[in-house]
């Protein structure tokens, strides 16, 4: 080897490591910020006490309704019902209301980087009633829309901390997109009939897949009225709104992926080459993934858990197609053109990926479609390694690609954000890229056994 190739490989493994490493400077400060409530006062189990009154707010159950305004501000009103201890000692004490409302207003929540106002409480009975301001929550969007953008745009997430969240837009107007989470109604339907809109209802003790759960990056689009025009304008205004912030969350999350791939299909067109003996390889990539086969059902059948848990066995036709694959080409090394080369990825890895991807959740589908794309794309690489053509720059472009579009859905990544992602998904690109370096040697270990591509200078 070379000193030029043995640097770019050395330059390379650093880059690998260093990419592998880089999320968990992001970890820390993101799994350390729990996500914001939108109400700050209506928690249960949770003791809002104020020294200056000695009293505790200790909360039976809340409802908050939000109404959003003409100037694109948010108007909270929240009604909270109190344990008998907290009503007898604010009835009738209007300086231990203000005292314990503001004590709550010092901790995070929905809006207060833009700081809340306007803050009004009240207490009657055993109900204390309290109302706030968050300004810019929404903003104006095309063809006549609002859009409500408060819960997208937290960094940390958001959560209800509320029995119940009903959202109005200004004017009783009507939703005319379809929100990430939240049931929409119609208000003729809720009793009044003298209202015409509609509303979005979320739910405090819904389940966190089920719509009533409210859920970071939700964005609502209300306009005046509905039709095709106003659904096209609400739509377009959600993008325009979170398009920024869904690319930058998949670059983050994705993007260490994309380079650990890079990686490791430089080192394998500049150092490695093709192996000596491709059929002994292949031989060994489907015993190793048939032993993942074998192992991993056995595990989710005995006792789930993790990737497998609730015995997700949909995962395993992954491995079960790079077997099918490495099978196949033990028996085959060699294609007798490059479009076989594709069909047996194709049928093998890509059947398998596309299974696993069908049949799991949204998280898995980044991983699994990393690994999938990574192994057929550097089969296909190795294949087409020394040949010159478009194929080789749309599969590269692929491989790289494919971390970054496949987390793209999942964007916003609230929670814990898409450093946290990153950190699970980065480990899983570096395990396929060393299983992709195997196919990579494979498909460049046996030249094509009928038509190629060769450059111009030898076809003259």
Known sequence: ??????????????????????????????????????CPVCARHVEYASDDAGVELEVVESEVVMRVQDDDSARFRARVTVTNDTASALRGNESAVDAVVDEAFEYRYVGDERGARNVTA????????????????????????TILTLFG???????????????????????????????????????????DGERVVWNGNADYDAPGHLESGTYVAFAPSEGVVASAGGELGVALAVGPAMLGDAVMAGGPSALVLAAALAACLFVLGGSSDPARDARWLAVVAALAVVGGGAYALVDGYGPLLDRNLELLALPAGIAAFGALTARAPAVANLREAALRVAGTVGVGGAIAVALSGSFVNVVVATFTVAVGGFYLVG??????????????????????????????????????????????????????????????????????????????
């Open 383 to 460: 294949v087409y390694d020394g040949r010159v053509g478009w194929p080789v720059a749309a599969v590269t472009a692929l491989v790289l690609a494919t971390p970054v579009l496949a987390v793209l859905p999942a964007t916003p990544v609230g929670g814990f954000g898409p450093g946290f992602v990153a950190f699970i998904v980065t480990p899983v690109a570096l395990v396929a890229a060393l299983v992709g370096v195997v196919a990579y040697r494979i498909g460049a270990g046996k030249p094509v056994t009928g038509e190629r591509v060769v450059e111009r200078a030898q076809t003259a």
């Open 1 to 38: 080897m070379s000193a030029l190739h043995r640097a770019i490989a050395v330059t390379f493994a650093v880059l690998a490591v260093a990419s592998v490493l880089a999320p968990l400077a992001v970890v820390p400060a993101t799994a350390s910020t729990p996500p914001d409530p939108v």
């Open 122 to 145: 009240s207490f009657a009975g055993d109900e204390l009633v309290v109302a706030w301001t968050i300004p810019d929550a929404a903003r104006s969007g095309p063809g006549g829309t």
């Open 153 to 195: 745009e937290s960094r940390v997430g958001v959560q209800l901390n509320a029995d119940r969240l009903v959202l109005y837009g200004d004017d009783d107007a009507r939703v005319v997109n379809a929100p990430r989470s939240g049931v929409v109604e119609d208000l003729a339907a809720t009793g009044n009939g003298s209202l």
